[in-house]
T-cell receptor
Framework: DAKTTQPPSMDCAEGRAANLPCNHS???????VYWYRQIHSQGPQYIIH???NNETNEMASLIITEDRKSSTLILPHATLRDTAVYYC????????????FGKGTHLIIQP | IAGITQAPTSQILAAGRRMTLRCTQD?????MYWYRQDLGLGLRLIHY???????GKGEVPDGYSVSRANTDDFPLTLASAVPSQTSVYFC???????????FGPGTRLTVL
């Protein structure tokens, strides 16, 4: 998997947009960026993925830079329930042998 | 409700005992996975299966075995548990070749 770098922790005020950065400078041209999150004591949950265009779904938006070396996950209106560890993952193209989870970013939403 | 279930929720086990963790999914996904998560660490892949009848080793397979007799079930067996296998175990599934994985709620295992 391409190596990813994320800050270990971040705070965000409830109701504000949470912007979580990820660096993946060694990403290959056909590799996707995936985001998962893990709320305390639960299994990880898929959020979103993208290749080079910005993506949006009901949970979040994903902004990928033009050179694809970094991306930002945006939670537009963070709630207390968004407090979790967020993982940015770049799995190898064509593989199906699991994901490599790093330590992620612990996002804490403050009331 | 479609999804993935795991059993038991938690278990305390004496060292040397045999234990099977169960995982069942009803999404007809071909691929299934077992991960372990230790305190303060990310998930690590133990074993995986891309389709019924086939299995593969992940990052940390030693001390564990799996079988995939059918599409829905993917049990993980500890033949002789050791304290270092104390962990939270997560099962996941996905469509073949895709990285959108669906995770179960986990099994918290303590080996004494």
């Amino acid at each position: 998997d391409a190596k990813t770098t994320q800050p270990p922790s971040m705070d965000c005020a409830e109701g504000r947009a949470a912007n979580l950065p990820c660096n993946h400078s060694t990403i290959s041209g056909n590799e996707y960026v995936y985001w998962y999150r893990q709320i305390h004591s639960q299994g990880p949950q898929y959020i979103i993925h993208g290749l080079k265009n910005n993506e949006t779904n009901e949970m979040a938006s994903l902004i990928i830079t033009e050179d694809r070396k970094s991306s930002t996950l945006i939670l537009p209106h963070a709630t207390l329930r968004d407090t979790a560890v967020y993982y940015c993952i770049v799995p190898p193209r064509g593989g199906a042998d699991g994901l490599t989870f790093g330590k992620g970013t612990h996002l804490i939403i403050q009331p | 409700i479609a999804g993935i279930t795991q059993a038991p929720t938690s278990q305390i086990l004496a060292a040397g005992r045999r234990m099977t963790l169960r995982c069942t999914q009803d999404m007809r996904h071909n691929a299934m996975y077992w991960y372990r998560q230790d305190l303060g660490l990310g998930l690590r892949l133990i074993h995986y299966s891309n389709t019924a009848g086939t299995t593969g080793k992940g990052e940390v397979p030693d001390g564990y075995s799996v079988s995939r007799a059918n599409t829905d079930d993917f049990p993980l067996t500890l033949a002789s548990a050791v304290p270092s296998q104390t962990s939270v175990y997560f099962c996941a599934s996905s469509r073949t070749g895709e990285y959108e994985q669906f995770f179960g709620p986990g099994t918290r295992l303590t080996v004494l």
